[in-house]
C-alpha cells in the first residue's frame, strides 16, 4: 500500500513560480512511476509529468515542457512539481499519482494505482 499527500498549492500571480510536493509513503518497488496530473474545472484529468524510479527519467506535456520540473529527493521521500511562469491555464487541482504503467502508456491515468486527494494551483492574471 502507497499514500500519497500533497501540498504547496496556492494562489500565485502570472508568470510567478510554486513548488508542489508529494510525501510518499509505504513501499514503492525500483519498477514504480510517480507522476504529476491535473484537473482543471471544465476538464478531464490530463497528465503533467511523471518519473520513473528505474533510470531517473522524466517525461511532460508539451503544454508544461520548459517550465515544470518533477524532481524525486530521496531525502525527505517526495516527489515535487517545480512550476515556473505560471499561466492561467494551468489553473487545476494538482495530483500526484503512483504506479507501474508501461512507458508508452506512461500519460494514462487510468495505469496509477494509488493517488493524492489533489492541491488546487490558481494562477490570477
Known amino acids: 500500500q502507497v499514500q500519497l499527500v500533497e501540498s504547496g498549492g496556492g494562489l500565485v500571480q502570472v508568470g510567478e513560480s510554486l513548488r508542489l510536493s508529494c510525501a510518499v509513503s509505504?513501499?514503492?518497488?525500483?519498477?514504480?512511476?510517480m507522476a504529476w496530473f491535473r484537473q482543471g474545472p471544465v476538464n478531464e484529468r490530463e497528465f503533467v509529468a511523471a518519473?520513473?524510479?528505474?533510470?531517473?527519467?522524466?517525461y511532460y506535456a508539451d503544454a508544461v515542457k520548459g517550465r515544470f520540473t518533477i524532481s524525486r529527493d530521496r531525502a525527505k521521500n517526495t516527489v515535487d512539481l517545480q512550476m515556473n511562469n505560471l499561466k492561467p491555464d494551468d489553473t487545476a487541482v494538482y495530483y500526484c499519482a503512483a504506479g507501474r504503467p508501461i512507458l508508452s502508456a506512461i500519460r494514462d491515468p487510468q495505469l496509477y494505482y494509488y493517488w493524492g486527494q489533489g492541491t488546487l494551483v490558481t494562477v490570477s492574471s
Open positions: 518519473f520513473r524510479f528505474n533510470g531517473g527519467r522524466t
Open positions: 509505504g513501499r514503492t518497488e525500483s519498477g514504480y512511476s
